[in-house]
């Protein structure tokens, strides 16, 4: 919590350098993954819960202190763990900070919690972004954005999100990989939208999926999978995949049979683009993996127009809280009119690379207008040679311009999708 909330980190990244950087039993793995993951989905709860418990606020060096404070506070609220283990077990973690002030005073904290549970209550029942558990700031976007949706929403941002697999229709049939989940005696069924789609109400490592490791199969959300679906390349089509890493609608539009003639994944980070490439290998596909900044063609592009270009935008990530928690502390307000003038650079550099009579198909994993219809509606106002291409189906949310679903619906992360045609 501290590399996240200080600096602005990953939660994934910072985990890895836990967790995978040594060697880490399976059980000790499992319950670190828990904690993080926990304690940054119900941040804003602990945080509230704490200040009532401290007398004065801790500073920034102490930020060690005060993350273990929230580690007990939600093995208390939130775990089926023994009381007296919780308080017991982080008061010995807490004496390895070598502040032994620290160590007395999260006793002190944890005890008086369970002596006066509804205190607490009391405090987080008054508080919005308490009971949600979200930024405010936040929650007055999701308010401005959705009036009558936006406390559902807050709440399925909390939930824990289903496994969610695109099967490889190259390597084997959906059927085929239900029955290997069924022997592997994984639970499973197929999603309703997404032919490819394999739902596990229960995660499970990957290493525990039959085939993974032989490209059989990816992870990847039900209403990503729609990208591929919905961009409908066509054998001899000339596609660009722009904001490509890490791959996997790349990988898709591949898998799709019979699929396009050439396919182009580019990524602005060369680290990036290198997992691009692992992800196809893995998968047993090829592309070409090219860096450049897709606002810039001029240094990457030869010149031949693509026949349909997917545009997987920067955007801020509002639509997967529930799968990265983390967004809530990394997330600032400045970030959106920034991010929404990065999306605009990106539509204005990629559509002069575009056919005559070829599609744009523009994706974010973020449930706010103004990244979404009201950004195409803002390009299609100032190019006019762009209409729209209608996306139709029982998905989603039919807005002024494309299609929105939102955190829990059918299952489904929050996407937006919009599709323009050149004419």
């Not at 009381?83 to 973690?93: K, P, Q």
């Not at 204005?348 to 103004?370: A, E, F, H, N």
Request: glycine share 8%; with cysteine.
């Amino acid at each position: 919590m501290t590399q996240v909330g200080a600096h602005n980190r990953y939660l994934d990244a910072a985990l890895e350098e836990v967790v995978g950087a040594r060697p880490v039993p399976a059980r000790a793995a499992a319950l670190i993954q828990e904690l993080s993951y926990g304690v940054l989905r119900w941040y804003h709860q602990l945080a509230a819960v704490a200040r009532l418990l401290l007398e004065k606020p801790l500073g920034p060096k102490d930020r060690d202190v005060e993350a273990l404070l929230l580690v007990g506070l939600y093995q208390l609220r939130h775990m089926r763990v023994a009381r007296h283990a919780a308080v017991s077990e982080t008061v010995a973690a807490a004496a390895r900070l070598r502040k032994p002030w620290g160590k007395n005073l999260i006793n002190a904290c944890l005890r008086e919690y369970l002596r006066h549970p509804e205190r607490a209550q009391r405090e987080i029942e008054n508080n919005p972004a308490a009971a949600l558990s979200h930024p405010a700031w936040l929650l007055e976007e999701l308010r401005r954005s959705w009036p009558r949706e936006w406390e559902a929403v807050a709440r399925a941002n909390n939930e824990r999100p289903p496994l969610v697999l695109r099967v490889n229709l190259r390597k084997n049939s959906r059927a085929e990989y239900l029955a290997r989940l069924a022997a592997a005696g994984l639970d499973a069924a197929p999603t309703t939208l997404s032919d490819a789609g394999v739902i596990l109400p229960q995660p499970a490592p990957v290493g525990r999926l039959p085939g993974f490791a032989d490209g059989c199969v990816s992870v990847q959300d039900e209403a990503a999978q729609l990208a591929a679906i919905l961009l409908d390349a066509r054998p001899g089509e000339r596609v660009l995949d722009a904001c490509a890493a890490p791959g996997g609608k790349a990988a898709h539009i591949l898998e799709r049979a019979p699929g396009p003639a050439e396919l182009m994944a580019l990524e602005a980070d060369p680290a990036r683009a290198g997992l691009i490439g692992q992800n196809l290998a893995r998968l047993g596909l090829k592309a070409l993996v090219v860096v450049g900044d897709a606002g810039a063609a001029q240094s990457w592009w030869d010149g031949r127009p693509f026949d349909r270009i997917l545009l997987d935008a920067p955007c801020s990530a509002t639509g997967v809280i529930r799968r990265h928690p983390d967004i809530k502390l990394r997330r600032q307000p400045a970030d959106i009119p920034r991010l929404i003038q990065a999306q605009a650079r990106l539509l204005d550099g990629l559509w002069p690379l575009l056919r005559r009579g070829g599609k744009l198909l523009y994706v974010t994993c973020s449930i706010l207008p103004g990244e979404n219809e009201d950004q195409l509606r803002a390009f299609r106002d100032r190019r006019p040679d762009a209409a729209e291409s209608a996306l139709t189906g029982g998905w989603g949310r039919a807005r002024a311009l494309g299609r929105q679903t939102l955190p829990g619906e059918r299952g489904m992360d929050g996407f937006y999708y919009g599709c323009l045609k050149k004419s």
